[in-house]
């Protein structure tokens, strides 16, 4: 038995399926329509996480892990990769710890939360849009030298960020001409086991959509 990662094509609980391909951690996917919260194979997103939202992982014990950050630590202390993992007395552990923070409270709910929400107003969208440079230049210099967020090696918190790059375009929020976060984004996207993942995602989500 693994774990269930509860799944709707492209969302945020593609950053736990990333953070598990790059870990090497196997997790079973349970996909679902984010929209009507009904999963493919019947039942519902709601019974699992009252709030029906991904990311919600469901452990061999039955106990329900929610939210992307620590599902995403969860993943990380579970894989066997050295290279991937940071363990809580390495301070890289904080750094991966304060990104993976970053990037649900600065990127992913900051500005997505608010951008891919029908409701608001263009202006309201482009205000919040404007919140954008100010957090793509921060991480630009971070990324100075460092071909990821925490130096050498891809971690959980490169799984967040490069999930926020797969929807950036489509909510408008545009990196150019920072160029070592442009540089960073495409290494990112470009690697095998994640390109394999996003091109899973959009053909999964033409099907669910389509049902
Ligand atoms: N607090 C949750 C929120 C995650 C979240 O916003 N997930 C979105 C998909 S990216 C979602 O499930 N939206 C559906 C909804 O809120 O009804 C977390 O940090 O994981």
Known sequence: MTATLMHAPLTCSL???????????PLEIAYLNLKTK?????????????????????LDS???ITETSTVLAWIQAQSQ??????????PAYFQMLRWIAFCATELHKQIFRIVFY????????????????????LLDDHLAGRPFLLGDSFSAADAYLTWFFVLAERAQVDPTGYDNLCCYRDRMLDRPLIRDL?????????VIKAV
């Open 15 to 25: 950053a736990s399926r990333i953070a598990a391909a790059e870990g090497d951690v």
């Open 38 to 58: 009904e999963f493919v194979d019947g039942g519902s997103l709601y019974d699992i996480n009252p709030l029906g939202q991904v990311s919600t992982l469901r």
């Open 62 to 64: 039955g106990e329900i």
């Open 81 to 90: 990769k050295a290279d991937f993992r940071r363990d809580p007395n390495d």
């Open 118 to 137: 029908p409701e608001a107003t263009d202006a309201v969208k482009d205000r919040i849009r404007d919140l954008a440079p100010q957090r793509f230049k």
């Open 198 to 206: 996003i091109e899973s995602d959009r053909e999964m989500d033409r």
